[in-house]
């Protein structure tokens, strides 16, 4: 299955964009019609995604994306400070107050084994942004048994 990691600088403004269920890209002018391309081709609504804090070195909150990209938008102070692009709304599945440190998700999970050979962290920074990691069945679980809601993780496993 496809898994969208996407990283920030810092765990507030992951927490701001779960509190509003929504996420946006930073805003880089050199990158985006290449991510607008992305975005079109490889992201859509139901798509699951996971964060990762550059602060805190550590993975949080997986979610479903609940709308398509919006390739006009530009966001202006909303929902974080600075210029956003390329927004969509977000079904956050967990807590941004449950982490697994970068070290931890080594041994949990394979896929991020795959990723840049010199840092896993490194195959999810920008230029990762709407490339989707393939990623097993397991690991998906591995994922919400860390780090979602346990609700969420008891209807994933009984479905």
């Not at 709407?130 to 069945?137: H, K, L, Q, R």
Request: charged content about 20%; hydrophobic content about 45%; overall charge neutral.
């Amino acid at each position: 299955m496809r898994l969208f990691c996407f990283a920030s600088s810092s765990d507030e403004n992951i927490t701001l964009g779960v509190k509003a269920n929504l996420w946006a890209i930073s805003d880089s002018v050199k990158s985006h019609k290449s991510r607008v391309g992305k975005a079109r081709k490889n992201f859509s609504v139901g798509s699951k995604g996971l964060f990762y804090s550059g602060q805190s070195h550590a993975f949080m909150v997986p979610f479903l994306s609940t709308s398509e990209v919006d390739i006009e938008r530009v966001m202006h102070h909303e929902v974080w400070f600075g210029r956003w692009t390329l927004p969509f709304s977000i079904l956050p599945l967990g807590s941004p107050a449950d982490q697994v440190g970068m070290d931890d998700a080594l041994k949990r999970w394979q896929f991020l084994h795959r990723l840049a050979p010199f840092s896993a962290a490194a195959g999810i920074m920008g230029t990762m942004v709407f490339n989707p990691i393939e990623v097993s069945e397991e690991d998906w679980t591995g994922i919400l048994a860390a780090l979602a809601y346990p609700e969420v993780l008891k209807a994933y496993v009984n479905r």
